[in-house]
């Protein structure tokens, strides 16, 4: 059984002589490539203040699975047999947490309860329940991102309002002519909320556009940043169809109050006369 | 004269100009918060390091306090090295470590050193023995303890199979007050030595703080507090030293997600404020041409033009600057509200701090966007050729 090693521990590369056979120890890549180190080299670790060091052999290396809760992570990885490290730390019969790994249709509720029952000092959980625990944090993120796009979603509203009415008040004198040569309020009430319609999707188009390329740019750098390989930003077809039919109802709503407070005009005011 | 042309001219059209505002408020709201989320996370980080009041911390390698498990196994050489330091006028030494009052886990903070600040004492008093300890108000609230109560103290959980290990009575003598507590967290203070017993840890700590000389009111100077540091990161190589700024930053880092979309979005409002007066004002000049080539043939001069363009850019960005301060001003707070809910985040954590700066910054960045966005509508406005466009547009 493998130990991940949480104690802080010094590595050095050792060109010294093995006084015992060196243990094994898998270390995490990203302290491979920056201390140089290659399968095979030996070790050595010791703890923070301690003047004894122990000697282990690379046998590997490993990259951690993306983990968002460990992202601002600074400190890194090193797995050990359980046994090694108790004899490193000087520490026995402990363990951070034990996983199991049930059998193909098992019960897993009262296994749980059967586990918790036994008031041996640990509580289990299902794995479902501590990954939704440990993302919390980015659920209220998630929320912040909410609560800034319906403030962007405002702002595009009233940016397209505004524009619509100066749109509308330039045609004024074309409608009222149309209004003049009989063409009806309903044909009239189609074309500007068709043009607005249209104006706000060649938006959302144009919007989305840019969310992909900002996507790229934002899942590159934090990639970059963080030497990680987890996607911080991802646009998917809901987004796309989200984006579409928020600009499709803005579009219409303001379209639609455009026309109405047009047609409130008094035509042979609109007309010169 | 001027002024009053272009405030009438944006009054003509109340409908646009009560959109337009509505969109350049929200870009202002939002850059201030922007602003505010920004220095909003060094404020709090700086407000809670200067509660605490310690100018150095040595940490184990990489860490930082309370981030990882990870202790100094001899903090010895590390205390001494710094008493001997004359510069230095206290340490304190701090072991952290989850021990068991019955099943219920309690976050024990083991302390050494003299006229600590670490945490303030509310009611009783302060540790004075090795049994005493003192509790936070969630810890007092959870045992059902009061002053003077016995609190029986294990390293593990209690169960079954460790019915037997040992437990240790504590006497409770006071109830404190930590800075930087995670909420409904339970805390208690206890000597360092009994924790490291109860621990088996001899000599661990889990970081240790120092004070300056000179700065008891305040910190001592940065340098003064660098060159403290470069000298026990000398000493000790391996371990990470921080002096403020670097404590500072390396806090910071962590959150630097928050930081860049602070300044990804100001970048956006400021871009949206810049495009939202540069179309209204040139769609509104295309839309008056007449009037404008009218004016310039009774004699009205360009410059008069271009400063009644400007000042309907101004008087558009100063009404949005009202509206936009209040609601940034409330914004902030619900932002706040939205981010705070976060677990870990230490009581009294802000990311956003409502301040009159940040307000002032925003509508000064998003006047000078604006007055830029009016000025080539009103340089076009100013160069209309009036004979062409009095006959087109009266003809």
Known sequence: MGMNALLPLIIALSTLGRVEPAQPIVLESALGQAMHIAAGDTVQLRLPGATLSHAYVVSGFYSPPPDPAGISRTSRQAWMTLPDLEQFSSRDDRVSRVVLSLTPGANEDSLLDALNATELGFRAYRAADVARQSSQTFVVISNFHKAISFL??????????????????????????????????????????????????????????????????????????????????????????LAFGIASTVGVVLGSLATTYLFKSDINEVLGR | ??????????????????????????????????????????????????????????????????????????SGPVVTAMNRDERIERTLSVLGTTLHVDSLPLFALGVEGERQSLYRVIAGRD????????????????????IGDSLQLRRDASSAVLAFSSTRSMIVTGVIDIPFDLPNQRTAILPLKTVQEIRDQPGAVSFVVAKLKGGEESFAPLDEQKAVAASLAAKFPDLSVYSMDELLSALQRQLAYFKQFALILSTISLLVTFLLVAVVLTIGVGERRGEIAALRSMGFRRRSIQSMILSESALLLAMSAVFGSVLGWFLAGYLDHILTQSPSLPEGYRFFIPAWREILMAIALSGAAGIIAATLPAISAARIDIPKTLHEEVV
């Not at chain 1, 959302?204 to 987890?230: C, K, Q």
């Open chain 2, 127 to 146: 540790v004075a023995s090795p049994n005493e300890i003192v509790l936070n108000k969630n810890a007092a609230l959870a045992f059902h303890t009061t």
């Open chain 2, 1 to 74: 004269m001027m002024a009053r042309v272009a405030f009438r001219n944006v009054m003509r059209h109340r409908m646009r100009t009560m959109f337009t505002v509505i969109a350049l408020s929200i870009a202002v709201a939002l850059l201030a918060d922007m602003l505010m989320l920004s220095r909003g996370m060094e404020k709090t980080f700086y407000r809670v390091l200067a509660s605490v009041g310690y100018e150095v911390r040595v940490c184990p390698r990489g860490t930082l306090p309370f981030t990882t498990d990870a202790v100094l196994d001899e």
């Open chain 1, 152 to 241: 962007s979603i405002l702002t595009g509203a009233a940016f397209l309002a505004a524009i619509v009415l100066l749109q509308v008040q330039e045609l004024r004198r074309s409608l009222g002519v149309l209004r003049v040569i009989g063409i009806s309020k309903r044909r009239i009430y189609t074309v500007v909320i068709g043009e607005t319609v249209l104006l706000a999707n060649v938006g959302a188009a144009a919007g989305v556009g840019i969310a992909v390329l900002v996507s790229r740019f934002v899942n590159s750098y934090y990639r970059s940043y963080f030497s990680t390989n987890l996607l911080f930003s991802s646009i998917e077809g809901w987004h796309v169809i």
